[in-house]
């Protein structure tokens, strides 16, 4: 009987929810906001091992786009932003001995990089509906991991992120982003600028 009142509890707080977040899009910019985009870009990035830096290398790949907040005008959103770039590089994954030569292989393979920046962001309209260019940026800390590997660490540093772009349709935008991050750990770091153009679906 406990068991049933409190599913039946904890149902109508979830009815409750998604009835407020429902009635948050009324189709005006001002309310609770969501954002979800997806487009091509390119991310260039170097090594610094001690102090030395490593080769700048760039990739082509695919870059999603996520925010969530609240727009205290039809002009102004704030919001949490994480604007990730995916991309396939090649890395040493293991060794391998060989008896005869008395010498250690390195084994490569191909393997999935998640790097972007995330925190505290912030989009300005020039008009207080569609369609209206916009200009937006953020600041909060960026990360470089391979999260497909069993073995994998994220690091994690400073990144910022800056852009502008246009909603041509009511809750559609073409967007692009310059984001800047220094993902460290221990002796080593990251340096990562990426260039995103993204479509994105807002809701609001």
Do not use: C
Request: glycine fraction near 12%; charge should be negative.
């Amino acid at each position: 009987m406990r068991a049933r009142l409190l599913l039946l509890a904890l149902l109508i707080v979830v009815a409750s929810q998604l009835a407020s977040v429902a009635y948050a899009f009324n189709g005006e910019r001002k309310g609770f906001i969501l954002g979800l985009g997806a487009g091509p870009g390119i991310t260039s990035y170097s090594l610094e091992v001690d102090g030395e830096s490593g080769d700048d290398e760039s990739k082509f790949g695919l870059n999603t786009d996520f925010r969530i907040g609240y727009a205290p005008s039809d002009l102004v959103q704030i919001y949490w932003m994480s604007k990730v770039a995916w991309f396939s590089q090649e890395f040493v994954t293991d060794f391998t001995y060989d008896p005869y030569t008395q010498e250690y292989d390195a084994v490569e393979e191909d393997v999935t990089v998640a790097t972007g920046v995330a925190g505290l962001g912030a989009t300005y309209f020039f008009q207080p509906t569609a369609p209206s260019p916009f200009i937006l940026g953020g600041i909060g800390y960026s990360s470089f991991s391979t999260p497909f590997e069993s073995d994998s660490e994220s690091q994690i540093g400073f990144g910022i992120a800056a852009g502008g772009g246009y909603e041509f349709a009511k809750h559609w935008t073409i967007e692009g982003t310059l984001t800047y991050g220094k993902p460290s750990e221990d002796d080593f770091s990251w340096s990562v600028v990426g260039l995103k153009a993204t479509i994105n679906w807002l809701g609001y």
